[in-house]
Nanobody, 124 residues
Framework: QVQLVESGGGLVQAGGSLRLACAAS????????MGWFRQSPGKDREFVAG????????AYADSVKGRFTISSDNAKNTVYLQMDSLKPEDTAVYYC?????????????????WGQGTQVTVSS
């Protein structure tokens, strides 16, 4: 069972940038999807961005398109989320997750391995 560990969260002012990293404990199937999700208090966990380990099939939530960039580094077994032009409404706990089966999905219930989460706080 692969384990995922996020890092890179923190406090930033609106308009600033952060880069989150999600390190996997071992190599996994290149067709599996890696996703970034976020959850703020009182809200459901929502999809932010997704990518295959191979680097194909990139998708973003409408709320982050043009501001966030997801990428993968297979040599380091790591997926990144570059977040630019951050807004206070981006404040949340960010999670990475792996969907350990073939097929694309944006639903959190389709992802079976999760990291512990990292807090991102954007001040106005």
């Amino acid at each position: 069972q692969v384990q995922l560990v996020e890092s890179g969260g923190g406090l930033v002012q609106a308009g600033g940038s952060l880069r989150l990293a999600c390190a996997a404990s071992k190599r996994t199937f290149s067709a599996y999807i890696m996703g970034w999700f976020r959850q703020s208090p009182g809200k459901d966990r929502e999809f932010v961005a997704g990518i295959r380990w191979s680097g194909s099939t990139i998708a973003y939530a409408d709320s982050v398109k043009g501001r966030f960039t997801i990428s993968s580094d297979n040599a380091k077994n790591t997926v990144y989320l570059q977040m630019d032009s951050l807004k206070p409404e981006d404040t949340a706990v960010y999670y990475c997750a792996q969907k350990g089966s073939i097929g694309y999905s944006k639903s959190p219930t389709a992802f079976d391995t999760w990291g512990q989460g990292t807090q991102v706080t954007v001040s106005s």
